[in-house]
């Protein structure tokens, strides 16, 4: 019986495709099985399925394969993969199993958030705020910062959001001038994220009889 188990098991992978083995390793990984996820997502990788390269390169990543992870995020990279930009991009500008080089990692980061991928947009909107990946003072303050933090903070990305409400209120850190509508719009938004009610904070508890 357990010969004949393996027998089937073994047909139905060789007659899966790679978009079949791909959704099996992502329902495998979504349900914690990340080692039952390995299979069919390194089946569909061989055959060069970009979404199973970038989360094979994923899992390779995080568990410190670095070198085989960073060669499956240039594989689905290169087919315009956005999830592959991002590995890929990540990993060269924190020289994870490459030369580190921070303007051509930027250079992937910037591809796969052009595509809408939105942790991609962001990592961008973060390294305009902080300074990161080459950028400084001065570009934080250029529309294309605005505009990067605008998309993250659309996507409720809480640091932009937060910095777009100060930059409204007080006219400065980025290319904006002072407009108390924006800048209450953006707290409004960012008080429902943390989910914080502001009417509430000033009233008092009643004191129980």
Same mark, same amino acid.
């Given at each position: ?59 390779? *990543?995080?568990? *410190? ?145």
């Amino acid at each position: 019986m357990l010969f004949l188990s393996g027998v089937l098991l073994f047909s139905a992978s060789a007659i899966a495709g790679p978009e079949e083995d791909y959704q099996a390793g992502v329902k495998s990984y979504r349900d914690g099985d990340v080692v039952g996820a390995m299979v069919p997502l390194r089946a569909a990788s061989l055959a060069g399925h970009a979404k199973a390269q970038a989360l094979l390169g994923e899992i390779l *990543d995080r568990t *410190d394969f670095d070198e085989d992870a960073i060669v499956l995020f240039r594989k689905s990279a290169e087919q315009g993969e956005p999830d592959g930009m991002l590995g890929l991009g990540v990993m060269i500008s924190s020289g994870e199993g490459t030369k580190k080089d921070i303007l051509l990692g930027r250079d992937w980061i910037l591809k796969a958030a052009e595509k809408g991928q939105l942790l991609a947009i962001n990592v961008i909107a973060q390294a305009y705020l902080k300074g990161e990946l080459g950028y400084t003072e001065a570009d934080r303050t250029t529309p294309a910062a605005l505009n990067w933090i605008k998309l993250a903070a659309a996507s409720d990305y809480l640091p932009a959001i937060d910095a777009l409400a100060l930059a409204y209120a007080t006219g400065s850190g980025l290319a904006v001038s002072a407009d108390r509508a924006l800048a209450e719009q953006y707290q409004a938004q960012a008080n429902r994220i943390r989910n914080i009610d502001p009417a509430a904070k000033g009233k008092k508890k009643q004191r129980r009889m």
